[in-house]
């Protein structure tokens, strides 16, 4: 292999001896600059990656290869030079392989001058540098393939211009057989194995930012394959004329074995267990654990049936590969629980009846307009998710999105399906479990403490029903299987040091029965495990139907893998006239749909002074004038260890026909400043904001018409990176959120650090505040953001998380829930409300302290997450706006300790948008990547020119001592 280096150093250098490389190199990066910040308008898409430069390589490759190696072989044999080389002691492959090497080198090199841009983009925004590397990567396989190509087609003739016909029209070839312009025109089928052979589709699969060996090893068959080509075409140039035939057909034989092998090997691997490497942060294009740690939760067979129509919309038959490839690994990794099928209802009645009888999959319409046709195509794009009798169904809404393209056509691609399909398993295998035995379920024996007075210490109508608690409780362990036990203390026995314990640890104070009935007593039920423990409110109702069922709720609390309940609380809906139009009001349609994905959503109505038993976590969205009764619920519901999510603000803000401020009293300031929780009576402004879509006059012609333009509005504080908490799984996962007339949130730790306090978003070190309700920008004054900056600046928390032990607002109070102003009532009336206490006792407990885990969330914002705010958002960006959903959906994920299904969204490819920039920086940036391209270019000469006067010397050096 000695003569190996040298060839290569001799044609790498002879590019550089005449303009080819210069002009190669620079054509290069002049397009592919071009095409970036032009043609696919990359300050306009605001999204960090670099997709735009990889989306036309495979194209730029084609004919920038073609060009540089059609004088290759070409040259060689016009000029007369060929037989010099193929009778030179250097064997033909180390000549072959030289002279590929070069122009693989050149080829590389160029690619190397792109990497500035990477940098500057991410600069310009969190960059996933994932599949930027592997688009490097693909890019150098693809550039081997097609030097591979254009140096077989250069070695066929003497002409340049007919190798480099050749070579772009093989080299097309394979590019088109995988593209859209080819898959569309055949089902999804025929369309898998097109994107098999076509080197653009596993150009595309590797830039996603996963190496999957298949599609390495394609790359390099086809190296392989042209370069034995190559071998055999130069083998038989050089016996042209010689009689000796055996020679001829061994190479001949030896080739078309080389081939063969080559080709075969890629049949072989596609029915290999994938061995691949995902570089994407945070592995998004790999099963997570928590997904297998739901499988293996499964307990009956789990089958998971994928329904494609053979035809189907353009957009959607490039996604169906995509969806059995990940399903595949769901195969893999539940192995013979897990059954894996896909079907095509419209080739089997028999399917398609059952699919609509049974699951309601029914074909959906699609209109469709290409240049070969257009109608309307009905097809199936569903997946279904059945266990034990329970079925989820997903639809083409729950998998894919669709974003509008610079260019005004939609850009579809898949939603992280791993998280719609693991969210469906863990629905369908919870639904199962709710209707079986929670016992079997628990990881842990759990003991059911009762603190309970004695009898004769209750009322008479708690005294009955501390018989109906103890048969319950019996009944229980007789059903547990030993997995069930409870006891009774009285917390007054002895000297009372269990009371005084209860009140340490829960706050639990003795209850009374009413203002006619001031005896104190206990009655206070705790569900106990190794880890945790789960407080059981008294029903509302003192029966033993209600009673078993705050049992099982507490039981299914502690067992994994069973659907939770949150309960949400939203403004009241003014009465309104039917024949006028609906008042505006605030609205949680979205919000509702995506919780609704994972756990039961309750409408909970505070005004009885009670959250909904089987509520798992409280959510007040936007409260309004909150009475003590209300409060009192809210307060006792985190005194329990609840976790409690309040979005307020001083402020609140209409849009019917002008943006207007009034004050808002929510009726908890009072509460949250018991619990170490001000939402200052401000409004954060911030130059790193998000848009706000305004009318704007334009005259056309002799008319004046209303031009909508998107324009900085620092009431919406644009949060990156930097401004969430990296360390907190709610927000780990995102890279942006943005907020809607926000203002500050300050939480402290408590007087005896009994609390640990996050700030979760905080808004930028230029953010100010102002408590002017002017909100209307006034661009004319202030043409950079509309609206004075204050000269104080500094960062503002906007949502923070309190956790720890809180002391009830109600500590040494009487409960709301007594009945009032009875003190006074006749001796008539008494008895008669005390006939009506005895079939519903009216009690008085106040806890008042809570438990180390409790959890309260506030977010200083009347709108967050309400579908008004997310249409503005989703106006300005071009596409759906979904950040505040899958905040508030990973709060509750938190909240409730549902880590797996937190990490698994936490892995979506969110839309990494450019951070906010003036047009002068987004010029800066753009023609900074031109100046720094021609400066790698002059960088590149200049080493040149010190290689060459080093080797002058040295030549200079040789000739004296001779």
Same mark, same amino acid.
């Given at each position: ?181 080819? &898959? ?28 999957? /060996? ?14 034995? /080509? *190559? ?11 010689? %009689? ?120 959906? %319409? ?47 691609? /898949? ?6 399909? &693991? ?19 628990? +990881? ?14 209750? +009322? ?49 104070? %003795? ?131 609840? &976790? ?50 305004? %009318? ?32 907190? +799984? ?106 009506? *206490? ?76 450019? *951070? ?18 021609? /400066? ?27």
């Amino acid at each position: 292999m000695k003569y190996l280096g040298k060839i290569f150093r001799k044609e790498f250098n002879a590019y550089f001896s005449s303009p080819a490389a210069w002009l190669f190199m620079g054509t290069f990066l002049l397009v592919t600059l071009f095409v970036f910040f032009w043609a696919e308008a990359f300050f306009a898409r605001n999204i960090a990656d670099m997709k735009p430069l990889f989306q036309w390589i495979p194209v730029l490759l084609i004919f920038l290869v073609g060009t540089l190696s059609m004088r290759t072989w070409s040259e060689e044999r016009r000029s007369g030079t060929i037989e010099s080389l193929l009778t030179s002691p250097a064997g033909l492959f180390q000549i072959v392989a030289g002279k590929f090497l070069a122009n693989l080198a050149l080829v590389a090199l160029a690619l190397t001058l792109t990497l500035p841009l990477s940098f500057s983009v991410s600069r310009m925004g969190p960059m996933d540098w994932g599949p930027v590397m592997g688009g490097y990567v693909a890019s150098l396989f693809l550039a081997a393939a097609y030097v591979a190509i254009g140096l077989y087609m250069s070695g066929r003739t003497d002409n340049p211009i007919v190798a480099l016909i050749l070579t772009v029209s093989c080299t097309g070839c394979f590019y088109l057989l995988g593209s859209d312009l080819l &898959t569309t025109l055949f089902g999804h089928r025929v369309s898998g194995v097109l994107e098999l052979i076509g080197s653009g589709s596993r150009f595309e699969s590797i830039t996603r930012g996963v190496l999957d /060996l298949r599609d390495i090893y394609y790359y390099l068959s086809i190296v392989g394959v042209f370069l034995a /080509l *190559n071998l055999y075409s130069l083998e038989r140039l050089r016996r042209v004329g010689n %009689p000796c035939q055996s020679r001829y057909l061994q190479s001949l034989f030896i080739t078309l074995l080389a081939v063969a092998n080559l080709l075969a090997a890629n049949f072989w691997l596609t029915g290999v267990g994938r061995v691949r490497i995902d570089l994407t942060e945070g592995r998004s294009y790999s099963l997570s654990s928590a997904t297998r740690n739901y499988i293996a939760q499964a307990k009956e067979p789990l089958l998971i049936r994928g329904y494609f129509s053979q035809k189907s919309h353009p957009l959607l038959e490039p996604l169906v590969p995509q969806l059995r490839d990940l399903l595949e690994e769901y195969q893999v990794a539940g192995g013979s629980k897990l059954q894996v099928e896909f079907v095509d209802p419209q080739h089997d009645r028999e399917i398609e009846a059952e699919a609509a009888e049974k699951y309601g999959i029914r074909p959906v %319409p699609f209109r469709m307009a290409s240049r070969y046709e257009s109608g309307v195509v009905n097809s199936y794009f569903d997946l279904l998710v059945s266990y034990g009798g329970e079925y989820e169904v997903l639809s083409f809404d729950d998998l894919i999105e669709v974003k509008m393209s610079n260019r005004g056509n939609p850009e579809v691609r /898949l939603n992280n399906p791993e998280y719609a399909v &693991t969210r469906a398993i863990r629905k369908v295998i919870g639904s199962y479990r709710a209707g079986g035995d929670v016992y079997r379920d628990l +990881p842990e024996a759990v003991r059911f403490k009762a603190y309970v007075s004695p009898a004769e210490k209750l +009322p008479e109508a708690f005294a009955e029903f501390r018989e109906v608690l103890e048969e319950t409780l019996e009944n229980e362990t007789k059903k547990s299987g030993g997995r069930f036990s409870f006891a009774f203390e009285d917390p007054d026995a002895g000297s009372g040091e269990l009371g005084r314990q209860l009140n340490r640890e829960y706050g639990f104070m %003795p209850q009374i029965a009413g203002l006619f009935d001031t005896r104190p007593f206990w009655f206070y039920m705790v569900l106990e495990g190794d880890r945790e423990s789960v407080q059981i409110p008294l029903p509302d109702e003192l029966s033993a139907n209600r009673l078993e069922n705050q049992i099982q709720s507490a039981l299914k609390r502690m067992a994994p893998g069973y659907m939770k309940s949150v309960a949400v609380v939203t403004p009241k809906a003014a009465p309104q006239n039917p024949y006028l139009p609906a008042p505006a009001g605030k609205t949680y349609n979205h919000l509702r749909t995506v919780l609704e994905e994972n756990v039961r959503v309750i409408d909970a109505d505070l005004s009885e002074g009670t959250v909904p038993a089987d509520a798992d976590m409280l959510m007040v969205l936007a409260p309004e004038k909150f009475t003590q009764k209300e409060v009192f619920a809210v307060d006792q519901f985190l005194m329990q260890g609840g &976790t409690v999510v309040v979005a307020s603000s001083p402020y609140d803000v209409s849009l019917s026909n002008r943006l207007s401020v009034e004050p808002h009293h929510s009726g908890l300031e009072d509460w949250l400043a018991h619990m170490g929780v001000t939402i200052q009576k401000e409004m954060v402004l911030d130059p790193q904001n998000a848009s706000l879509p305004l %009318p704007v006059p334009r005259r056309v012609g002799p008319i004046s018409v209303n031009e909508i333009v998107m324009m900085p509005y620092p009431h919406f504080p644009d949060l990156r990176e930097d401004g969430l908490d990296a360390e907190h +799984p709610v927000v780990a996962g995102l890279n942006q959120l943005s907020f809607n007339w926000v203002s500050p949130v300050r939480a402290d730790t408590g007087p005896g650090g009994d609390r640990k306090v996050v700030a979760l978003a905080k808004s930028s070190p230029r953010s100010w505040t102002s408590d002017d309700i002017n909100v209307m920008p006034n661009y004319q004054v202030y043409p950079r953001n509309g609206f004075l900056a204050e000269s104080l600046r500094a960062r503002q928390p906007l949502a923070v998380v309190s956790q720890g032990r809180f002391r009830s607002y109600f500590e040494g109070k009487d409960s709301p829930l007594l009945p009032e102003n009875q003190q006074a009532a006749s001796s008539e009336e008494q008895e008669e409300d005390g006939a009506e *206490n005895k079939e519903n006792p009216v009690y008085g407990s106040v806890i008042q302290r809570s438990s180390d885990s409790a959890r309260l969330v506030v977010i200083g914002s009347n709108s967050f997450a309400e579908d008004m705010s997310l249409g503005i958002a989703s106006q300005g960006l071009g596409t759906e706006y979904t950040a505040p959903l899958t905040f508030m959906q990973n709060l509750v994920d938190w909240s409730l300790d549902d880590a797996g299904l937190l990490r698994i969204r936490g892995r979506a490819q969110f839309a990494r948008t450019l *951070n906010p920039m003036t047009d002068t920086r987004r010029r800066i940036w753009e023609y900074g990547n031109y100046a720094v391209a021609c /400066l790698g270019l002059v960088l590149i000469g200049l080493v040149r020119k010190i290689f060459e006067r080093r080797k002058h010397k040295q030549y200079k050096q040789i000739l004296a001592e001779v």
